[in-house]
Structures are given as structure tokens and as C-alpha cells.
């Protein structure tokens, strides 16, 4: 009668405790755009631990929240309450997506593990001291390089070549930032093209922003994303002006693409996504994140919306077709 019982005590503490059925359960933290926002990078995500042997369920517990919650989308006090959440929840290592989400992340734990998804510009914003040799706790993925500038402006011309006058929209300050419009600055010039700079941190300012392009009289836009994330999450309201001004517009990512947008030559966020998993999995098994180089994006696709550009009465290059990865109708 003892035996039975205490094979009946094993079965029902099994049954009562299923995620620690097949050894140690491990607490992940997530601060990115929801399934509604963003539903293919959660996707991403999710697959990418999988692939690494951490399932949901199982073996492992992620704490989800997100980015894009409450009125004021990336308010700093908001993110940084919802990464002491997870701090709280006993989270061994937190992914933070965009930069806001990232300093929110850095700025509420000194200790906790910090996996970057898409950081713009890591070194020039304090997230780390090296890409080589993070120190600290942040390591993970950058979504930029300096050099991609001048593609994105050739890609463009090409689509409008008689432009005289080009816009470039840009976020939040940063080193990066500043390079990059003092880099594409000279390119324009080398072309004999003027650049009108505007920014946009905030909602609000994309209509600001807009009309100073209109009073310059720009003929097409670069729209680069080097620290605020408001042109993601705002991604309708900024398709939806460029539409309105019927500006060829060069975005920051193919998401915007797919939600309208003309065009973007941009990494793939998916894999950021994805190959989050991989620093995760380094960070569990006792890697410290200090020792872990950050990554670089070392492929970029060209995305064109060839709907949007019929919409704008533009003939897009056949040589320019061939080399589109990600057509969108």
C-alpha cells in the first residue's frame, strides 16, 4: 500500500507540475511589439527558442510585455515600470526591441541579463561599450549600418531620377543619427541633390514634419529610423502622409512596406527575431553578456509595395525589379 501511494504522490505531483517534467524551467522576459503589432516578429521570436530547445510550456516560462501598451506608446516611465515587472518576476535574462525599450531596460536593472533585438546605435547611446566587448549586461543585435545609406539613396534615385530635392525624416539623437544625415548630406551633394533634414520623435511631430517637407518642396523621402521607433509604431499615420503628399518614400523597414509604404532596403527584422534566441540560449548556459559581441546585420533586402507605386504613378526600373527581394502587391 505504500508503494501505490507513492506512486500515485509521483503521478499527481507530475500531472500538478508539468513545466518541470523534463528538468530546469528558465524565465524569460520579453519588452517588444505584441502579436497585434507586430505578429510576425513575435512569431520569429517564439520560433527561434524552439529552435534552441525552449518551449513554452515545457521548459520555459517567457513573461510578455509590450512596447506599444497604454496611451503613449515607448513612454520611458512606462517601460521601465514593465521591465521592474519583469525584474520582479524573476526573469534570468529580458529581449528589448527598439532603443526606448532597450535605455528603459538598462535603466531599470544593473544585474539582469539584457538581449537587445534591434538597437540602433548601441555604442553611441551608452548600451554598451564595445560591439566587440559589450561589458556590463546588454549584448544582442543592431539593426544599422553606416554604410547602407548611400544604397538606400541610390535605390531611391533610381526609382525618381529627375529628383532635385530630397527629404530625409530622422528620430531621435544619436551619434549614429548625426553621421548618417552628415554622410548622406555629401552623398545628395556629390549628386547635385539638396537634402532637407526634419524630425520626429513623437506622433504629433510626423504632421509637423510633414508639412516643413512640403513647404521645401521635396520630391522624394528618406525616412531613417536611428533611435526613436515612432516611425514603427506609427507606421500607418506616416504611410497614410506620404501618401497624402504623394512622396516616393524610401522607410526604414519592410514592415512599413507591408503596411503600404513605397519601398525600404533594410535588414530583416524577422531574423533579429529569430537569432535573439541564440544570445538567450548563451546567457542561460552561463555566458556572461559582456562577452558577448553584439551583431551587426550583414544582409539587407530590398522591399517595394508595387501597388503604392502604381497608387503614386510611378514606373518602377525593370533592372530594379530583378533585384527586389520581398515584392508586395
Known sequence: MNRRHAIITAVGLALALPLRAQGRVVRIGYLGPSAETAPKLLAAFREGLAAQGYEEGRNAVVEYRWTNAGTRMNDESTLVASVRELVAKKSEVIVASIDPAIAAAKKATGTVPIVMLNASDPVGLGFVKSL?????????????SPEVIGKKLQVLLEVVPHAKRVGMLVSGPSALRDDTIARTRELAASRGIALQVVEATSAPALDTAFAELKRGRADALLVVDTGGGVFFTERARLVALAAAARLPVMYANAEIVESGGLMSYAQNSIDNYRR??????KILKGTKPGDIPVEQPTKFELAINLKTAKALGLAIPPSLLLRVDRPID
Open 132 to 144: 566587440a566587448h559589450p561589458g556590463g549586461n546588454v549584448t544582442g543585435l543592431t539593426n544599422q
Open 276 to 281: 535573439a534566441a541564440v544570445f538567450i540560449d
